[in-house]
């Protein structure tokens, strides 16, 4: 994901990750903390949510409050 510059491509190979399932969780939650584009980041809210990263939920809420 870091070496994909643009929102669409990073937003592709995170629902891809996301739906290949397995020990997807770290990429994933790395890149959620690491991205600040909010089109990358609603991919990768669906990929972990697609995935079932039970982890992802309050790095998640967290970002909601602060968008508010």
Partial sequence: LAEHP???E????????GLMGGDVS???LKALD????????????VSLG?????AAIEPLRQI???SR
Avoid: C, M, W
């Fill in 6 to 8: 643009s929102p669409t």
């Fill in 10 to 17: 990073a937003g592709a190979y995170a629902l891809g990750l």
């Fill in 26 to 28: 770290r990429p994933l």
């Fill in 34 to 45: 690491e991205k600040h584009d909010d089109q990358v980041r609603s991919y990768l809210a």
């Fill in 50 to 54: 697609i995935a079932r990263v039970q």
């Fill in 64 to 66: 909601v409050t602060i």
